[in-house]
């Protein structure tokens, strides 16, 4: 009888452990044993911010400080925005956050709405920078930078894109593009490929994303947990990604659902993830 109790109190103790936290985080390496860790971890942090519309809840001054705030309240090391249109929105989010200690990448003449890479000033410095087209049935645009961490050295490719809503055959090419794009400019470094990529799991864009190019690509939140909510506090589908390389492991990786004053700060939630660069 002792033991039998004693086996029903461990078996309720692993259950209530199974049943703690709400990170998505699924170990998507390739490899069996476990990664040996040789870097310093990081968190990046990808959020499409959405342009001003009529129909919205608010108005976009009227979300710019909960847009700010759930980036600080994150604070991300690295962060990719999409859906920053409006001149003065970008002037100001990037003043903000210039002076909470980030630096920028943002390339002028793009087609499309900016996409702007941020990064802390005192983790990362930037090494090379590029903006590329995606001109289909709606014009796109991206950015990559390479960062080299201030603690190591180490280096990283990052890519933030925004992929159009036209069809999965235009998309297929924005993956093509990228991939042309990490081909000619990632130098063989540990790759970060992140944005809204308006393409759901196990689509064909996705899918060339992922394992074209012998890139080997995984999702930071093992595909798991919607992103777009449409305002309503419901996820609708997973819609923005991080990708990344067989040379990084997904440490934690999150969907931020946060409200402020009963307001979301956009229609998308912003989604995180940490990493650290491995053997």
């Known amino acids: 009888m002792i033991h039998k109790k004693l086996a029903i109190f461990i078996l309720a103790l692993l259950l209530i452990g199974c049943g703690k936290?709400?990170?998505?985080?699924?170990?998507?390496?390739?490899?069996?044993?476990e990664p040996v860790s040789e870097g310093y971890e990081f968190k990046i942090m990808s959020f499409n911010i959405r342009n001003e519309s009529a129909n919205d809840p608010q108005t976009l001054d009227e979300r710019k400080g909960n847009i700010l705030q759930v980036i600080l309240d994150n604070d991300?090391?690295?962060?990719?925005?999409?859906?920053?249109?409006?001149?003065w929105m970008?002037?100001?989010?990037?003043?903000q956050l210039n002076t909470a200690g980030?630096?920028?990448?943002?390339?002028s003449g793009q087609f499309g709405s900016p996409k702007i890479?941020?990064?802390?000033?005192n983790r990362f410095t930037r090494n090379a920078q590029g903006t590329f087209q995606m001109q289909?049935?709606?014009?796109?645009?991206?950015?990559?930078?390479?960062?080299?961490d201030n603690k190591d050295n180490s280096k990283y490719f990052f890519c933030n894109s925004h992929w159009t809503t036209a069809s999965s055959a235009e998309r297929v090419l924005s993956a093509d593009i990228i991939?042309?794009?990490v081909k000619n400019n990632s130098q063989g470094l540990p790759l970060i490929v992140f944005g809204d990529f308006n393409a759901e799991p196990g689509t064909p864009e996705i899918e060339r994303i992922k394992n074209s190019g012998g890139l080997s690509l995984c999702c930071?939140?093992?595909?798991?947990?919607?992103?777009?909510?449409?305002?309503d506090g419901i996820g609708d589908k997973k819609i923005d990604w991080i990708l990344y390389s067989k040379k990084l492991s997904v440490k934690d990786a999150t969907v931020i659902n946060t409200k402020y004053n009963g307001f979301y700060p956009s229609d998308h939630w912003p989604i995180m993830a940490s990493v650290i660069r491995t053997k």
Do not use: C, M
Not at 21 to 33: A, F, K, L, R, V
Not at 117 to 121: L, S
Not at 220 to 231: F, L, P, Q, R, S
């Open 21 to 33: 936290g709400q990170d998505i985080t699924e170990d998507n390496s390739p490899d069996t044993e």
């Open 76 to 87: 991300p090391d690295v962060l990719g925005v999409q859906e920053i249109a409006a001149d």
């Open 90 to 95: 970008s002037d100001w989010l990037s003043s």
């Open 102 to 107: 980030y630096d920028k990448y943002l390339s």
């Open 117 to 121: 890479i941020y990064y802390k000033k």
């Open 136 to 148: 289909f049935s709606d014009d796109r645009a991206g950015t990559w930078v390479i960062l080299s």
């Open 179 to 181: 991939l042309n794009v």
């Open 220 to 231: 930071a939140h093992g595909e798991k947990g919607d992103t777009y909510h449409a305002w």
